[in-house]
Structures are given as structure tokens and as C-alpha cells.
């Protein structure tokens, strides 16, 4: 999804901001040798780098497509803020280099020039003075991605309990609504690999099912109570037979579990678990499946 224009240029301008402040303050890269027009020198610079960081932005977001902020996960903006410095450093280097000649010399020519000659020698320094800057303002950035994603997690997992609550509201106001055995609801066999082993229970009972190396502890619902069987049987096989059953998902590489006995879920993307009704164990939701579990509790509520 490409962000608003007014979201690339505040981008652009805080990017200018924090560069163009460290820029004065640290002076790096012979900036407090130059004794002639230094100051108007890096009063010029902050327009000059949100220029060029508002083209970088324009070209990475919507000419390679690659969103630089957003609902995404942290590798993806890592990985797009990494190519966005990659196209930053030619385009601020060519603004910069053009600039340099403006200011210091009069001569808009300057800055490509050597020795009389067309010559990529300044540019080539500012290369190496953007890249420098680069790496500094890519963890800055890396640092503030990681507490984007954060917060956004964060309130996905609001909005998620705040609806499993509701939900839970409404099944005590309508208990016919609430999970239970289901009288017309037909059972699933569920038949292990060794000693004839079958276990017969309705789809819409099971709680969760953990996969334990050969074998699965299946928890459901018997008489109102929570019971647990043990079968020689795989996580695959099980899925296979609870095809039908779209509220029974995987959530992790040993769990699957019955979305309709979810009454809050906790944790972020790497350590998520969900808490189910009925019992004190906590399943398990790895990075993999999160995406796909949060969509599927706000479907179902």
C-alpha cells in the first residue's frame, strides 16, 4: 500500500531535521575546517537533503513499490528502509554535490568538474559522506520501526480482546450461542497408528490439539468437563480430518486450536499466545500463523 504524499514529506523532513542537527553539532567530515559561508553552508543543507529524501522516498515507494512505513511486518520495513538508503545515497550526493558548487564556488558547474574536466571526484565524496550518514540515520530509523510495529501489534491485540469480550458478553446473555457439544453435529474420528486407538468426539468440543513427537494429547470438552486423550497420530492427519471444521486452525508448528474456545490473546508477533476457556494452559501462536489467527478471531467476532 503506497503512503499518503503528506506522509513521505514529513518523513523527509524529519529525516532532513535529525541529519542536517547532528550535521552542526558533530560537524563530521572536515565540516569545521571550512571557514567561508560554513554556517549558510549548514543552513542550506536541511532543504537540500529533504529534497533529496523526498525524491528517494517517491522513487522507493511508488516507482519500486516498497513501502517505507505502514501496518508491515519489521523485516519488510527493515529491508525497505535498507533500499531506500541504498537509492538515498546517488540521489542526496548529486543534490549535494550541485549545491556544494553553488555555495562555495558561485558556479553551479563546480561540483562536476576537476581540473577543468567533467569529473565524478566530488561526487564520489559525497558518496562516502552520505553513506557514512546513512548507516546513522538506518539504525535511528530501525530503532523507531521497532516501536511502530510494537505499538501497532499492540493495538491489534486491544482490538482482538476487545471483541473476544464482547463475544464472551454475548454468549452469557445467549447461552444457546455458547460452545457445547452440539447435538446434531456428527462426530470426527480420529483413528491413531497403533493399537486400533480411535477417538470419536464432535469437532466443535475439541479445545486444542498438541503434537507431542508421534503423538497428539487431544483436549476437548466431555460433560462440561476438559479431558485429554492421547493418540499415535500426526498433526497432519489431524488437520486432514478437521477439514471441514474452518474454526479448528494451527497456531503453531505442535498446535492446533479451536478458535471458538479463544477468550483473549497476549504477547506480540514473535511470543503470542491465546488464552481458551475452561482451561489454565496457555497455546502457543508463533510468528507464522499470527497474521492469519488475528484475521480469523475478528472474522469470528
Known amino acids: 500500500m503506497k503512503p499518503a504524499f503528506t506522509t513521505l514529506a ?30 549558510w553552508f549548514l543552513a542550506g543543507e536541511m532543504p537540500i537533503i529533504f529534497a533529496g529524501s523526498m525524491v528517494s522516498l517517491i522513487v522507493v515507494n511508488y516507482l519500486l513499490r516498497l513501502p517505507t512505513e505502514g501496518h508491515l511486518p519489521l523485516r ?3 529491508r525497505n528502509q535498507l533500499v531506500l538508503s541504498l537509492v538515498n545515497i546517488p540521489i542526496l550526493s548529486a543534490f549535494l554535490t550541485t549545491f556544494n558548487g553553488v555555495l562555495l564556488q558561485e558556479n553551479i ?24 550518514l546513512s548507516i546513522y540515520l538506518f539504525l535511528f530509523k ?18 482482538i480482546n476487545a471483541l473476544l ?69 500426526t498433526l497432519k492427519q489431524i488437520r486432514e480430518s478437521l477439514a471441514e471444521a474452518d474454526y479448528m486452525l494451527q497456531c503453531h508448528r505442535a ?33 507464522t500463523y499470527t497474521g492469519t489467527i488475528k484475521e480469523r478471531l475478528m472474522q469470528k467476532c
Open 142 to 159: 530501525t530503532f523507531i520501526n521497532k516501536n511502530q510495529v510494537l505499538s501497532h501489534e499492540l493495538d491489534d491485540m486491544r482490538a
Open 165 to 233: 469480550e464482547e463475544r464472551q458478553e454475548r454468549m452469557d446473555e445467549h447461552p444457546e450461542e455458547a460452545v457445547s457439544d452440539g447435538e446434531e453435529e456428527p462426530c470426527c474420528r480420529l483413528v491413531g497408528n497403533a493399537n486400533n486407538a480411535v477417538l470419536e468426539v464432535k469437532p466443535s468440543a475439541l479445545i486444542y490439539v498438541e503434537s507431542m513427537a508421534n503423538y497428539a494429547d487431544i483436549c476437548y470438552m466431555y460433560d462440561g468437563e476438559p479431558r485429554h486423550t492421547t493418540l499415535r497420530i
Open 10 to 39: 514529513c518523513n523527509a523532513a524529519s529525516v532532513s531535521l535529525i541529519a542536517s542537527v547532528f550535521l552542526a553539532i558533530v560537524q563530521p567530515f572536515g565540516i569545521d575546517h571550512i571557514h567561508t559561508n560554513k554556517w
Open 109 to 132: 558547474r563546480f561540483g562536476w568538474t576537476y581540473q577543468g574536466h567533467f569529473s565524478f571526484y566530488h561526487f564520489s565524496y559525497f558518496c562516502y559522506y552520505v553513506s557514512s
Open 255 to 287: 498446535f492446533i486450536v479451536n478458535l471458538n474456545f479463544v477468550v483473549a490473546m497476549e504477547g506480540n508477533a514473535a511470543n503470542g499466545r491465546l488464552q481458551l476457556f475452561g482451561i489454565d494452559k496457555t497455546v502457543p501462536v508463533s510468528r
Open 76 to 78: 519488510t520495513l527493515n
